[in-house]
């Protein structure tokens, strides 16, 4: 469930920040494949992941982890 939570919240950004999904899967250097598999909560975004996608959203951790 929280995996999914963590996607919810990593694509609104990404659409926030004007992001598709290729661009911001090249800029983190996965694959789209990956990238859309986290979106949907079907993979757990790793810490790793997630220090870089808050790099490249320009947001920190708490942000991203209050979303609504």
């Not at 899967?25 to 990238?35: E, P, R």
């Amino acid at each position: 469930m929280e995996d999914l939570i963590w996607g919810r919240r990593i694509r609104a950004f990404r659409k926030l920040k004007g992001f598709t999904q290729e661009e911001f899967a090249k800029l983190l250097g996965i694959s789209v494949s990956v990238l859309g598999e986290i979106e949907r909560g079907n993979r757990k975004p790793s810490e790793e992941f997630l220090s870089n996608a808050t790099t490249v959203l320009g947001v920190t951790i708490e942000e991203l982890n209050s979303i609504k």
